[in-house]
T-cell receptor, first 115, second 113 residues
Framework: GAVVSQHPSWVICKSGTSVKIECRSL??????MFWYRQFPKQSLMLMAT?????????EQGVEKDKFLINHASLTLSTLTVTSAHPEDSSFYIC???????????FGEGSWLTVV | QQQVKQSPQSLIVQKGGISIINCAYE??????FPWYQQFPGKGPALLIA?????SEKKEGRFTISFNKSAKQFSLHIMDSQPGDSATYFC????????????FGKGTSLLVTP
């Protein structure tokens, strides 16, 4: 079946540094990818919609300058958390839409810990 | 604003029993209703999905029932097993507004031996 790969699975970074998370669709082309944030025992919160070749659409309250999203190819979207702070520590999950089957698949998620 | 309301928040079912999770929505423009299963520390995995042109879809032990007039849909897990213990999320999206999924708050299912 379709697979969405997310890397890294977990990362620890120092406050003030930036960290990049990659999301790849492995066996289908994804013109649209989505980035979510999830806190423990809570639902997924949509951060932004990433469209290949154009600017991402951010949800209300999400700082676009802090969470940089790039979708340079049909199989890769990246989320960069800039100038990370401890409150940015969270589980970040991407998803990708397979147009051919009208289905959205999720990656395994990335745990970010900012110390 | 929660566009998809999910209940119950938690559910305990004995092995072999039927687990039922319900969701309701308001936006009649939604045209895709998936259910996801999530284990701790993992990303959500697509279980089953339905579109509003059918009232029921079955895949193995998992069945979605869809009531368009009531704007409700539910997940039934037949012959529930301890391995089904996980958090389940219903979701809905609109193909005319980017397909972004609106998630329910999740149901924590525990299947006891």
């Amino acid at each position: 079946g379709a697979v969405v790969s997310q890397h890294p699975s977990w990362v620890i970074c120092k406050s003030g540094t930036s960290v990049k998370i990659e999301c790849r669709s492995l066996d289908f082309q994804a013109t649209t990818m989505f980035w979510y944030r999830q806190f423990p025992k809570q639902s997924l919160m949509l951060m932004a919609t990433s469209n290949e070749g154009s600017k991402a659409t951010y949800e209300q309250g999400v700082e676009k300058d802090k969470f940089l999203i790039n979708h340079a190819s049909l199989t890769l979207s990246t989320l960069t958390v800039t100038s990370a702070h401890p409150e940015d520590s969270s589980f970040y999950i991407c998803s990708a839409r397979d147009r051919s089957v009208h289905t959205i698949y999720f990656g395994e998620g990335s745990w970010l810990t900012v110390v | 604003q929660q566009q998809v309301k999910q209940s119950p928040q938690s559910l305990i079912v004995q092995k072999g029993g039927i687990s039922i999770i319900n969701c309701a929505y308001e936006n009649t423009a939604f045209d895709y209703f998936p259910w996801y299963q999530q284990f701790p520390g993992k990303g959500p995995a697509l279980l089953i999905a339905i579109r509003p042109d059918v009232s029921e879809k079955k895949e193995g032990r998992f069945t979605i029932s869809f009531n368009k007039s009531a704007k409700q849909f539910s997940l039934h897990i037949m012959d529930s097993q301890p391995g089904d213990s996980a958090t389940y999320f219903c979701a809905a999206s609109n193909s005319n507004s980017g397909y972004a999924l609106n998630f329910g708050k999740g149901t924590s299912l525990l299947v006891t031996p």
